[in-house]
């Protein structure tokens, strides 16, 4: 998913950057689409990475009551689980950001439009 994500936002980025002539419009309904692939999957993973730190939590608070030091190995899977969850997370949430940014500056294209990108 992260190589797709990073292709698809270069992909739109040389659009953007390059001087041919386009129909904006039909480009910006295609780019909406993708926007709601990736918002889903973003959606998704949040989800998940909710629960696994849930989880994680729980496993945390049931050692500390009862100290049973099964719960350790358990407790490490969690943590292994939850850094790349976060990472993950961390790469939908500003690529789909960084997507409004781009339909911004597509319907902009066109004619003027709201942007607050900066510089």
């Given at each position: 998913?992260?190589?797709?994500?990073?292709?698809?936002?270069?992909?739109?980025?040389?659009?953007?950057?390059?001087?041919?002539?386009?129909?904006?419009e039909k480009e910006a309904e295609r780019h909406l689409v993708?926007?709601?692939?990736?918002?889903?999957?973003?959606?998704?993973?949040?989800?998940?990475?909710?629960?696994?730190?849930?989880?994680?939590?729980?496993?945390?608070?049931?050692?500390?009551?009862?100290?049973?030091?099964?719960?350790?190995?358990?407790?490490?899977?969690?943590?292994?689980?939850?850094?790349?969850?976060?990472?993950?997370?961390?790469?939908?949430?500003?690529?789909?950001?960084?997507?409004?940014?781009?339909?911004?500056?597509?319907?902009?294209?066109?004619?003027?439009?709201?942007?607050?990108?900066?510089?």
């Amino acid at each position: 998913m992260k190589k797709r994500i990073l292709a698809y936002l270069d992909y739109i980025d040389k659009m953007l950057a390059s001087d041919e002539e386009r129909d904006w419009e039909k480009e910006a309904e295609r780019h909406l689409v993708q926007i709601r692939f990736f918002a889903h999957e973003r959606l998704v993973h949040l989800l998940v990475f909710i629960l696994v730190a849930l989880c994680t939590v729980m496993c945390i608070l049931a050692y500390v009551i009862s100290e049973i030091l099964m719960l350790l190995p358990l407790i490490v899977l969690l943590f292994v689980l939850l850094i790349p969850y976060c990472m993950h997370y961390y790469l939908l949430e500003n690529s789909v950001q960084r997507m409004y940014e781009q339909y911004d500056e597509m319907i902009g294209k066109k004619a003027p439009y709201f942007s607050c990108r900066k510089g």
